[in-house]
């Protein structure tokens, strides 16, 4: 089992920054590849980025590339995803998840899913 807990959510205007983090507990966490995900209202969940188990793979969605960056501390059992130069359209729900499918865009590609935390962007 592998428990997830985001944070770092909140209200920025537009081409702000925000960091979001995301806590894991389970003794084989670190095996785990992990991804980030949101959803906005009305809208299926969509992928953002993702990261290996290793950290050495990573992949992200066309709408966020070079602007956001996903990274992995094992030792603090913590991923993060630095987001700049934010957008009225990131505003969304962001979810963290836990799989052993490689840095997948997919959603079903993945065992564990934290609450989530809201992201809003003003224009």
């Known amino acids: 089992q592998v428990q997830l807990v985001e944070s770092g959510g909140g209200l920025v205007q537009a081409g702000g920054s925000l960091r979001l983090s995301c806590a894991a507990s389970?003794?084989?966490?670190?095996?785990?590849?992990m991804g980030w995900f949101r959803q906005a209202p009305g809208k299926d969940r969509e992928f953002v980025a993702a990261i290996s188990w290793s950290g050495s793979i990573t992949s992200y969605a066309a709408s966020v590339k070079g602007r956001f960056t996903i990274s992995r501390d094992n030792a603090e059992n913590t991923i993060y995803l630095q987001m700049n130069s934010l957008k009225p359209e990131d505003t969304a729900v962001y979810y963290c998840a836990a799989g052993r499918r490689g840095a997948s865009p997919r959603v079903a590609e993945y065992d564990y899913w934290g609450q989530g935390t809201q992201v809003t962007v003003s224009s």
């Open positions: 389970g003794h084989t966490w670190s095996m785990y590849d």
